[in-house]
């Protein structure tokens, strides 16, 4: 059974930063694709940034290209989300979620594993 755990969310002001973390249990991640996504009250789940783990491929949604960065930790099994310049709009619940069917996903459909979330609350 695959576990994830979020963590490093908070409060920061805008233009502040943030790095989360997603510590994966039961699997190594080797092979897998890796995704953050985020879910602001009363709006849909939507896709932040994914990771290929075996080739290191990533991609950004729009809103947050240039801003954010998502890497990897093989030793420890862990996928970063680094933030910076944080706007109020980036205020959300944070996911992150892992899949092994091969190619790439950007939906969340596309995802098997889920973590509980991480709160990011960034002020203006």
């Known amino acids: 059974q695959v576990q994830l755990v979020e963590s490093g969310g908070g409060l920061v002001q805008a233009g502040g930063s943030l790095r989360l973390s997603c510590a994966a249990s039961g699997r190594t991640l080797s092979g897998a694709g890796v995704g953050w996504f985020r879910q602001a009250p009363g709006k849909e789940r939507e896709f932040v940034s994914r990771?290929?783990?075996?080739?290191?491929?990533?991609s950004y949604s729009d809103s947050v290209k240039g801003r954010f960065t998502i890497t990897r930790d093989d030793d420890k099994n862990t996928v970063y989300l680094q933030m910076n310049s944080l706007k109020p709009e980036d205020t959300a619940v944070y996911y992150c979620a892992s899949r092994w069917r091969g190619g790439e996903a950007c939906a969340a459909s596309g995802y098997d594993y889920w973590g509980q979330g991480t709160q990011v609350t960034v002020s203006s």
């Open positions: 990771i290929r783990w075996s080739v290191g491929t990533t």
